[in-house]
């Protein structure tokens, strides 16, 4: 026995559905809460999941794909920034105003025509915004900002899990440079996921702050991770530190769709460890362009200084010659006239000094002379002109000349008188 079934296609089918879900009372235009997974951009739409969770176990209690086309999406995106200070993403609970559709081939889709930027973006934004307010009013939010890098900052000081693959891409990354310039670094080891992250990268930078001098910034990097993971870096006092830390700080924790409360603080936030290697490579090829400006100019003036200094010595080398000339000829003017002077003048000088000498020595024969021994009252006894000192050399029956002060001179013979010369 055959039995009628008035079958129906299953389009026909999915159309009477979408049919019936799109004037169904209660479908369209309602808000419910829920919170984000696998947010995405594409064409300028917005694709994603709404999930409600178990409050106790984390379980899924219901799931639905969710579109926000891009006719919303850039006003709608523009409004929740605003409001909440981040962008739309993973991992947030929002309040959102939907319409059911239902497409014959692509199944249930939520349209999202309306996000309340005053309902909480969950614990992650909430917890954000308090702690950068928080910052602000300590003073400390811009700090770590305000600093200046080191001219070279080539002494890098490394927070990182120590088998993280984005460490040895920023390690690699950064010895391969194609400036072949030099970096020294040194990995502090830290745990960057989890609940012990805050921590771990505070006790590192209390162990670079003990040895501060030797390096000339800080690189906290994670390769990877889930966007959960995140939430260990909204916290107060690992953003405190790094805000108040004396040498810059690189932190490059996420993706370019995932902001945490460090990468505000911090000097400068990068998407990847690779990219914060090309921040101090960027650094470090500027320098060393700088300093072969430097160089370069060093040897233009040096080769212009030494091209005047030729140009100058060649002149003198002309031109010396004929000054030479000149001044051997002012120098014998000027020694023909001042010579005659000074020759006169030492030749007048020399005679007087002879003639006192002269003099002196005059008196001195004056007082020594024989004339002068005679009008002492001595006399002179001589034999054939000579001066007799010593009687005992004359022989007996020798003539002798005695010659007095005054009066004639005396001729007489020697001869011995009782044993005595007379």
Not at 63 to 89: D, Q
Not at 96 to 108: E, F, T
Not at 358 to 387: F, K, Q, W
Request: glycine share 8%; hydrophobic share 40%.
């Amino acid at each position: 026995m055959s039995i009628d079934r008035n079958a129906i296609s299953l389009a026909e089918l999915n159309r009477r559905l979408g049919y019936a879900i799109s004037t169904a009372p209660g479908l369209n235009g309602v808000w419910v809460t829920a919170e984000t997974s696998d947010v995405r951009t594409s064409g300028g739409h917005c694709y994603m999941e709404l999930i409600q969770k178990d409050p106790d176990s984390g379980a899924p209690l219901a799931k639905s794909r969710a579109v926000i086309w891009a006719s919303s999406f850039a006003r709608m995106g523009a409004a929740f920034y605003a409001a909440t200070g981040t962008r739309l993403r993973s991992d947030m609970k929002i309040m959102a105003q939907v319409s059911v559709n239902y497409h014959a081939v692509y199944g249930l889709t939520l349209v999202i025509t309306d996000i309340d930027p005053d309902y909480t973006v969950g614990d992650l934004a909430r917890r954000r915004n308090r702690i950068i307010a928080q910052l602000q009013a300590d003073g400390v939010y811009d700090l770590n900002r305000s600093l200046e890098f080191s001219p070279t900052p080539c002494r890098i000081a490394i927070i990182s899990a120590a088998r993280a693959a984005g460490y040895g891409d920023f390690v690699k990354h950064l010895h391969l440079n194609p400036y072949m310039l030099r970096f020294d670094t040194e990995l502090f080891a830290a745990t960057l996921q989890g609940e012990r992250t805050s921590a771990s990268i505070i006790a590192a930078l209390e162990a670079i702050m003990e040895r501060v001098d030797d390096f000339d910034c800080v690189v906290i990097i994670r390769g990877g991770g889930a966007v959960s993971d995140l939430a260990s870096f909204d916290d107060y006092e690992l953003a405190y530190n790094v805000a108040q830390f004396p040498l810059p700080v690189i932190v490059g924790i996420g993706h370019e769709r995932d902001t945490t409360v460090l990468d505000y603080v911090a000097h400068t936030r990068v998407k990847t460890p690779t990219a914060a290697a090309e921040v101090l490579i960027g650094l470090m090829a500027d320098a060393l362009g700088t300093l072969k400006g430097v160089g370069a100019e060093i040897m233009r003036t040096v080769t212009a200084r030494i091209s005047g200094q030729r140009e100058q010595l060649a002149y003198y080398q002309g031109n010396l010659p004929a000054l030479a000339r000149n001044v051997i000829t002012r120098n014998r003017a000027k020694v023909g006239t001042q010579t005659a002077q000074s020759i006169a003048t030492a030749a007048r000088q020399i005679l007087v000094r002879r003639r006192d000498r002269l003099n002196a020595l005059g008196e001195i024969l004056e007082a020594l002379s024989p004339e002068s021994t005679l009008r002492r009252g001595y006399s002179i006894t001589r034999v054939n002109g000579h001066a007799v000192t010593d009687g005992d050399t004359i022989a007996d029956g020798t003539v002798i000349t005695t010659t007095f002060a005054k009066g004639r001179e005396v001729k007489s013979k020697t001869m011995t008188i009782n044993g005595n010369k007379g």
